[in-house]
């Protein structure tokens, strides 16, 4: 078995500086990034189903830019208008400056972790205990997030804006890797949606999350990596190691 194609199922990085080309170019595997899933809009009608409305909440939690871009989306297409005192809190710091696409950025009312941890922002938010929370939220939720959420001392109520959907291979599109990274129980839904007839063989195939790894099990497929695990808290540090493994196994 050898590991020269890697393909991880999340959006390729914005920046050069990300680990997986590092690992790309130390252990000389391509790595190529290609969503298995995909975001679509919840409609102001199936929004308005929810019973919720925004204006009797006085923060805004945000885990992701997606979240942002269909809360101001939804906002606009009821014509709700956001008063200057809404206060946002943003699991990081690149979430939190995504909001100035939508708002006069202001400390006084922008919140957000500087690890990038949801323990952390809920953290901060314990702290203004009063505020009444709206967490912007896809149909498919982290239960890791939520579970954090329900444990801490703020009073919450989960918005659905966006869905997660299976983004579907094209006819032409090539489909020959080694080893698969997952990072939702949606993605491996994703994978047997679009091969029916997968066999794993000897592919690999990692994931990060409890839910995910749940989801390779009751696939029937075999899981040969998984993050996180103690010491190994991200996908990039896992693989790292698995590479590192994997040549020492190579050279016997």
């Known amino acids: 078995m050898k590991i020269k194609k890697i393909l991880v199922s999340q959006p390729r990085p914005t920046t050069d500086k990300s680990p997986y080309f590092d690992i790309s170019d130390k252990y000389n595997v391509k790595i190529d990034f290609r969503p298995f899933i995909k975001v679509e809009p919840v409609s102001a009608k199936d929004f308005r189903a929810q019973r919720i409305s925004i204006l009797d909440y006085t923060a805004i ?4 830019r997606h979240g942002i871009d269909h809360f101001f989306r939804l906002c606009e297409e009821m014509r709700i208008v956001i008063p200057e005192t809404m206060k946002y809190f943003c699991v990081s710091e690149s979430v939190a400056v995504y909001l100035q696409h939508y708002i006069h950025y202001r400390k006084r009312k922008v919140f957000y972790g ?15 205990a009063d505020e009444k929370y709206l967490f912007i939220t896809s149909d498919v939720q982290n239960e890791e997030t939520t579970s954090i959420l329900e444990k801490s001392k703020i009073t919450f109520t989960k918005a659905v804006m966006y869905k997660t959907v299976s983004n579907d291979f094209g006819p032409d599109e090539e489909f020959n890797y080694d080893m698969l990274l997952f990072f939702s129980p949606v993605g491996i839904s994703s994978l047997l949606k679009n091969f029916p007839n997968f066999e794993q063989g000897e592919i690999q195939i990692g994931c990060f999350g409890a839910t995910t790894a749940q989801a390779v099990r009751d696939a029937g497929l075999r899981l040969d990596l998984e993050a996180p695990v103690p010491g190994v808290p991200s996908m990039t540090m896992a693989l790292e190691n698995y590479m590192k493994e994997y040549i020492k196994k190579s050279r016997k």
């Open 114 to 128: 500087a690890t990038g941890k949801m323990n952390e922002l809920v953290t901060i938010m314990n702290k203004h």
């Open 61 to 64: 939690i945000f885990n992701a």
